[in-house]
């Protein structure tokens, strides 16, 4: 009895998780062709949600990094990526720097005990969300960019399908039992196998649209960003575990919050950005 149960369990979990994928990949589809400014603030809105949610994660685990440096400094990095590309960006990491500092050392003794390491946790949260998410407007703003943004994204979707699938069919070999037990190495290369044959025939089938492009150079955006973003997924579940935490929000039913469905999007933006442009 209690065998089935747990697999009624399991298979609604993968019910919800089916249901918000469905809604989600043709949302994200639509913002992505659609793009100006309707991609621009999709994404702002979903880095500056993340970084509240990094900033409710810490504060939960006794920490007291700064709110509004980490949602505004986020955004901030943002928009001058959409307004100047990389130009000014190294003024604006400058001031969020001494900002963050000012801040926590005002605050240092009277209402924070532990101000440096909350100024590291504020200045780290603004670089990892906002620098590297700001690398999926680059990517937007390259020439074909809804096209290469088509490649890039989905090979993450499909390392991840690839991953659950396989690993819960064949995984039996624990990947990283320390940060997130559940996944297997037989997981992880069944991602990197989807991830690299998927790309290749969506590099294919955008033939057309990216010329330049050919389904081996897409298979090799595939095979890298399946090698290297499950550590983003593993990077996240590191600080969940940190302070017991399933989840990071529970605005996506099934998947979590924000932060825990970009965390191997962060990764795919900033590698398949410099992919793109050396292959390009």
């Excluded at 609604?12 to 994200?28: A, D, N, S, T, W």
């Excluded at 709110?67 to 190294?90: E, K």
């Excluded at 050919?214 to 600080?239: K, N, Q, R, Y």
Aim: hydrophobic share 50%; proline share 3%; aromatic share 14%.
């Amino acid at each position: 009895m209690e065998n089935y149960l747990l697999h009624l369990k399991i298979d609604q979990g993968f019910v919800k998780r089916l249901l918000v994928v469905i809604f989600l990949i043709p949302f994200g589809i639509v913002v992505i062709v659609t793009g100006g400014w309707v991609y621009y603030l999709t994404i702002a809105a979903i880095l500056g949600g993340a970084a509240w949610e990094f900033w409710r994660l810490f504060y939960r685990g006794g920490y007291h990094p700064s709110r509004f440096i980490l949602i505004a400094g986020t955004l901030s990095l943002v928009i001058f990526r959409i307004l100047f590309a990389f130009q000014g960006s190294d003024f604006l990491i400058g001031l969020v720097a001494i900002s963050a500092l000012g801040i926590h050392t005002i605050r240092y003794g009277k209402e924070d005990q532990n101000g440096a390491i909350n100024f590291c946790i504020t200045l780290a949260g603004v670089l990892y969300l906002g620098w590297l998410g700001s690398y999926l407007i680059s990517i937007r703003m390259l020439e074909n960019g809804q096209w290469l943004l088509l490649l890039i994204l989905p090979s993450v979707w499909l390392a991840d399908a690839g991953a659950y699938l396989i690993g819960r069919r064949l995984g039996k070999n624990k990947f990283a039992p320390m940060v997130s037990p559940n996944k297997t190495w037989e997981g992880y290369f069944g991602g990197i196998l989807f991830s690299t044959l998927g790309t290749g025939l969506f590099t294919y089938l955008w033939g057309t649209q990216i010329p330049l492009f050919t389904p081996a150079m897409g298979m090799l955006i595939g095979l890298v960003i399946g090698i290297v973003t499950p550590l983003g997924d593993l990077g996240e579940s590191m600080l969940k575990r940190q302070f017991g935490v399933k989840d990071s929000g529970n605005i996506l039913p099934g998947h979590g919050g924000l932060l825990d469905r970009i965390d191997s999007w962060l990764w795919a933006g900033f590698i398949g950005y410099y992919l793109l442009v050396v292959l390009m």
